[in-house]
């Protein structure tokens, strides 16, 4: 036999078995834990390390935090006394131990489970790819070549490094997109995988991977709704009804998540500004080229080899779904680079607000070119298979003809069998990249007690029961300015004289106290207040966002629980949701699809099962809040009835009815090296543009310029928030650089659309101050 | 149990065992007294030099230049370490412990207690 026979031959037979391993359910699988297991061998083997890197410090804190809440204290993970002085563990977007991988993190500790939980969802991803190609028409043994395309991709190597374990939560997407499509077609079983892979991409922490899936979900929706318009309006309706209760019951199921989340935002909303963008060419670098030290390359990896399947895939008319599907993430990865931008547009819709990265929408791109090869590879194979038919042959077909089909399908197949290589090894080159340490064995006699702590070793302060004021988050955590890291005791009598308290027990959840108090009298804890704890006795109040108890005089056993409403309210209608989709898991084996307007009746009956508990939850007592006045650095009211007597007029007026009245330097001649503060004090009209910013230029005569840019003013206050017709006090820090000696400093100050376009907004008016490009003269001063 | 599964299985123990014998270099030694005061004068007396580079880097944003200030302070602290050959954690340990019972730190300006609430930057 010549070699080309032998090639042939192999080649034949290396097939016949792909075809027979995708067939076969418990092979696939098997095959898919070993590419996971290549991927995730570096993880795994360095599992008993810390991950260093300061975001994997804190997101692993969230999980460790919950272990440590179940099995040292038995209680519900719901407060974390560990960070940034206390914060809903719950309702932290980005924790994730809300998910049935953190059953690992429960057996084997943050580490080991993170190393485990990265491992298996490559498998879950896997198999979900594989299933959605098989959904959109691809064969087994092309769905096979495309799965790893996408659950393998660069993302999937670059979050264990940085300790985004989070964005596995995006191997969930080929699983609710497959049930948004089964759902479509009526399918009872779809309802129910849409509902948890929802909810478990929710509690996996997925603040990227949740919004985004439900846009593709929308997509779906919308694909299904444009194929059945004409003609098919029935199954249009009832198609798109099923699918409605499918995304209805998946947030009923994650509402023990949503609702503690939706509570947190509601009360520190994450404010982003900047016009982030990206030009093709990067976009290009990040999906196409291997990854590259000290560069975005490779950050969303599927690499060159999948370009001719999915290229051929295109050549189907039926894909013009997953080509436009490709498109868009094309266009809103782009951010505000393109012209027009989709991603401003989709900044405007609530939930999409807070989206800071649009390169991100390369993950679904991941997806949409790993179905598209999928699709290609299938239409080459089915055009192998019909040139190859003795039909074709005894009609004459030319051979080359034979031989070109034969060769493009193995030319498309090869070439995504070869990618999976440098998929596999961008796994490892980013586990090698990461700078790993060891952990102190927990010290569990120690009292607790908060320490001034850092964000930056996080994962250090929880085994040696101290917390850490230093924070970081993406959303302003509400913080006490008054918490302190130096305290000999955790709680403490406001009033000096007034009586005494000692620690009768403490827990996350719990804190027990015995009071002796000779006149009436506030006990603070070192803690942030939040809405959800309650005593037993006396009333919790926050001081400047601490947490305090004001008691009558007299002996008291306080005790101070942390339950808050969104907790319980929540946990109780994922609980009646859950119990909605067992019976609809049980009834899909009698009953697969929802034919009969009965069958309708019975399903809106079980998604309103949850909406009604929820209306009852919400309409408990309302649990209390502080509405404490937004204050500067240096502790006045942000929002006054006039200017100081001190300050320096300016009334510059600015288009879209801002004034900025005055502008006052807390120093007119500062010293080189030290710290003044510049106060801006606005008044804004009725009506004001959301999403203006505030940019400040500070220039010297000669040197580097500083910059001052900044969305909330004092740091608390968005300038849509703010009360019209008052003056609204701007106060930044400055620092006055070393260098700054002799130099004259000026300082330009104007608005500009910092969340929508990034414009200037024009000066109508300088007032009493100079003009130049939009912007004003503040100050300007000589450094001493 | 089905034999079919057996491969799957078998490649899930395989990832599973991995990832618990995984071990870590043994641990570096715990710092006795003495060290631990050394670790926090080390890393304490360098705070109003440190917490002046923060300003200069954020000249206009307070919790930025704390947590730039934490980021140094994180660093010299692992430094300390890494050349004493002792625990990260017992040098963080001491900082906490030089602060609570106000040990000689060197320092020029009083060491500060307190944080500036989070506030993360809007705009990057």
């Known amino acids: ?784 | 149990m089905n034999l079919a599964w057996a491969p799957f299985t078998l490649i899930c123990a395989l990832g599973l065992g991995r990832a618990l014998t995984a071990s870590a270099p043994s641990q570096s030694l715990a710092a006795d007294g003495a060290q631990r005061r050394d670790a926090f004068r080390y890393v304490a007396s360098d705070e109003a030099a440190e917490r002046h580079e923060a300003a200069k880097t954020f000249p206009t944003d307070l919790w930025s230049r704390d947590d730039d200030f934490h980021s140094r302070e994180a660093k010299r602290a692992r430094d300390w370490a890494r050349t004493h050959h002792v625990r990260v954690g017992d040098a963080l340990s001491a900082i906490d412990q030089g602060l609570r019972e106000h040990w000689p730190s060197g320092s020029s300006v009083p060491l500060v207690a307190t944080v500036p609430p989070c506030r993360p930057r809007a705009i990057y």
């Not at chain 1, 009832?238 to 939706?262: E, F, N, Q, S």
């Not at chain 1, 230093?470 to 709680?491: H, I, K, N, Q």
């Not at chain 1, 928030?721 to 106060?731: F, I, N, Y």
Request: hydrophobic share 50%; charged share 20%; glycine share 8%.
């Open chain 1, 1 to 784: 036999m010549s070699p080309a026979r032998h090639l042939l031959s192999f080649a034949g037979g290396a097939y016949r078995t792909a075809r027979f391993v995708a067939r076969d359910t418990p092979l696939r699988l098997a095959i898919f834990a070993a590419l996971a297991l290549a991927a995730a061998w570096p993880l795994l083997s360095s599992a008993a390390m810390l991950n260093e890197f300061r975001d994997a410090h804190v997101l692993g804190h969230y999980e460790t935090a919950a272990r440590e809440s179940i099995l040292r204290w038995h209680q519900a993970p719901l407060w974390d006394p560990y960070y940034c002085g206390g914060m809903y563990l719950l309702g932290t977007p980005q924790a994730r131990f809300v998910s049935p991988t953190f059953l690992f993190t429960l057996l084997f500790g943050e580490s080991r489970g993170e190393a485990i939980t990265a491992f298996a969802m490559m498998m879950v991803g896997l198999e979900g790819t594989f299933r959605y190609a098989r959904d959109r028409g691809a064969t087994r043994f092309a769905a096979l070549l495309a799965a790893p395309m996408f659950a393998m991709s660069g993302i999937f190597a670059v979050s264990p490094a940085l300790g985004w374990i989070g964005f596995f939560g995006f191997e969930l997407l080929p699983w609710m997109a497959l049930g948004v499509r089964r759902a479509l077609a009526r399918e009872r079983w779809a309802i129910v995988l849409t509902a948890v892979a929802a909810a478990w991409c929710v509690g996996f922490g997925g603040t990227y991977a949740a919004p985004i899936a439900a846009l593709w979900c929308a997509f779906e929706v919308a694909e299904f709704a444009v194929t059945h318009v004409h003609g098919q309006r029935r199954k249009l309706l009832a198609g798109v009804g099923v699918a409605a209760a499918g995304a209805a019951l998946a947030t009923a199921l994650a509402a023990v998540r949503l609702w503690p989340i939706a509570q947190t935002l509601d009360e520190a909303p994450r404010i982003i500004g900047g016009t982030p963008g990206n030009t093709w060419k990067i976009l290009v670098r990040m999906f196409f080229f291997p990854l590259r030290t000290d560069s975005d390359d490779g950050e969303f990896y599927l690499g060159f080899f999948v370009a001719p399947a999915a290229l051929l895939g295109l050549a189907r008319r039926r894909s013009i779904g997953l080509a436009l599907a490709a498109i868009l993430c094309i266009w809103l990865a782009a951010g505000y680079e393109a012209n027009p931008s989709l991603f401003a547009a989709l900044r405007e819709l609530p939930l999409y607000v807070t989206l800071r990265y649009p390169e991100r929408f390369l993950v679904p791109l991941g997806l949409a070119t790993a179905t598209l090869a999928a699709r290609g590879i299938s239409l080459a194979e089915a055009y192998a298979r019909v040139q190859g038919a003795p039909h074709a042959q005894r009609e004459g077909r030319s051979r080359r003809r034979r031989v070109a089909a034969v060769a493009v399908f193995a030319v498309a197949s090869l070439a995504m069998v070869i990618g999976v290589g440098p998929l596999v090894a961008q796994h490892a080159l980013h586990a090698k990249e990461r700078s790993l340490g060891v952990l102190s064995l927990p010290d569990a006699a120690t009292p607790f007690h908060q320490a001034r702590g850092s964000r930056w070793a996080l994962a250090y302060y929880e085994p040696m029961q101290r917390g850490s004021l230093s924070c970081w988050e993406a959303y302003p955590v509400p913080e006490s300015p008054l918490l302190r890291g130096d305290l000999p005791s955790e709680e403490r009598i406001v009033e000096p004289g007034a009586g005494t308290v000692t620690e009768r027990s403490w827990t996350p959840n719990a804190i027990d106290l015995d009071v002796t108090l000779s006149r009436p009298a506030t006990v603070a804890i070192n803690q942030n207040w939040h809405a959800g704890w309650r005593s037993n006795v006396g009333e919790v109040e926050s001081d400047h966002g601490l947490l305090t108890v004001a008691l009558p005089e007299g002996t008291h056993a306080l005790s101070l629980r942390f339950l808050p409403r969104s907790a319980l309210g929540g946990a109780l209608v994922s609980l009646v949701a859950a119990g909605a989709l067992v019976f609809l898991a049980l009834r899909a084996h009698r009953a697969p699809r929802v034919n009969t307007l009965r069958e309708g009746a019975v399903l809106a009956v079980l998604v309103a099962a949850p909406a009604l508990t929820f209306l009852f939850a919400l309409h408990g007592r309302s649990p209390r809040t502080f509405a404490e006045p937004p204050l500067t650095p240096d502790g006045r009211p942000v929002v006054a009835d006039g200017l100081d007597e001190a300050a320096v007029r300016i009334d510059a007026k600015f288009a879209d009815g801002v004034v900025l009245e005055a502008a006052t330097l807390s120093t007119p001649d500062p010293r080189a090296g030290s710290d003044v503060s510049l106060e801006l004090d606005w008044r804004r009209s009725p009506r004001v543009d959301p999403g203006l910013g505030i940019f400040v230029h500070i220039e010297p005569s000669s040197g580097t310029a500083q910059n001052g840019d900044h969305v909330l003013l004092s740091g608390v206050l968005a300038p849509e928030d703010a009360p019209p017709e008052r003056t609204l006090r701007d106060v930044i820090p400055l620092f006055v650089p070393d260098d700054a000696r002799g130099k004259t400093w000026k300082v330009w100050v104007g608005l500009w659309h910092v969340r929508r376009g990034g414009s200037r907004v024009p000066v109508l008016d300088g007032g009493h101050t100079l003009v130049d490009g939009d912007r004003v003269l503040a100050v300007s001063f000589v450094a001493r």
